[in-house]
């Protein structure tokens, strides 16, 4: 068994820069107006962000089973309860998601769109918020997880209705479908991203990654932990997988 310890000092120092080190510029009618430091830990949908989350898993998984093999029935009883409340707070499943596992994206969408229902935003504004706001939070999850199409499509309609507004408790025209809308800028759409088939490629460069074993840590860590030297296509998932 791999002997368990603390992250090196060093390589805490590793990842404290990518998270310090990032800083964000500032752009008003196509011009740069500055930049500032990133401050509040990963940005949302920082690609970084899924990895830790593996990284420190598999180190709580490890932990576990050796607590499990050392410690006293008690001790397991208690380990057990912890793991039952945080598995209630922080839904995971080796399949697809089910619908209520993906309340809480809905949620916070419907949240987000009911604080900006008072304010007058333009038709530029709106497109703008839900380029980074409503569908960064989907491709945030995507980046993770295959998404339920009911899902994608609820997010879908909630952004729909925000772009084209509503009057009281009816919808205002469509003035293109959400097809046309998700098209690229230069072929007349405003370059939204279709969902079902954007979570299907954000997935893939993942899948890219460790088929060409790119020279990237967590690509390494994947090809000696779980393919230990077995091709990509040919590995066979384990239940006890991270």
């Given at each position: 068994m791999v002997e368990l310890s603390l992250f090196s000092a060093k390589f805490v120092n590793w990842i404290m820069t990518c998270l310090k080190g990032t800083s964000y510029n500032l752009m008003m009618n196509?011009?740069?107006?500055?930049?500032?430091?990133?401050?509040?830990?990963?940005?949302?949908?920082?690609?970084?962000?899924?990895?830790?989350?593996?990284?420190?898993?598999?180190?709580?998984?490890?932990?576990?089973?050796?607590?499990?093999?050392?410690?006293?029935?008690?001790?397991?009883?208690?380990?057990?309860?912890?793991?039952?409340?945080?598995?209630?707070?922080?839904?995971?499943?080796?399949t697809k998601w089910r619908m209520e596992d993906c309340g809480a994206i809905v949620d916070k969408i419907k949240k987000r769109l009911h604080s900006w229902a008072t304010r007058h935003l333009s038709y530029a504004g709106r497109i703008q918020l839900i380029h980074t706001a409503l569908l960064g939070l989907r491709n945030y999850w995507m980046n993770i997880f295959v998404l339920r199409q009911s899902v994608i499509k609820e997010i879908d309609k909630h952004c729909r209705l925000f772009l084209w507004g509503q009057a009281g408790n009816r919808c205002k025209v469509h003035l293109g479908s959400w097809e046309e809308v998700c098209r690229p800028k230069q072929y007349g759409g405003l370059g939204f991203r279709e969902g079902a088939n954007w979570n299907k490629a954000i997935l893939a460069k993942f899948l890219w990654a460790i088929m060409k074993k790119h020279d990237v840590l967590w690509v390494k860590w994947v090809n000696v932990v779980y393919l230990k030297g077995v091709d990509i296509w040919n590995y066979k998932l384990s239940q006890y997988s991270s």
């Open positions: 196509g011009r740069l107006q500055g930049k500032f430091k990133g401050k509040k830990g990963l940005r949302q949908g920082d690609p970084i962000s899924p990895l830790l989350f593996v990284l420190v898993m598999e180190f709580l998984t490890r932990r576990l089973l050796q607590e499990s093999k050392e410690g006293t029935s008690q001790v397991v009883n208690h380990l057990k309860v912890a793991l039952n409340d945080f598995s209630k707070s922080v839904p995971m499943r080796p």
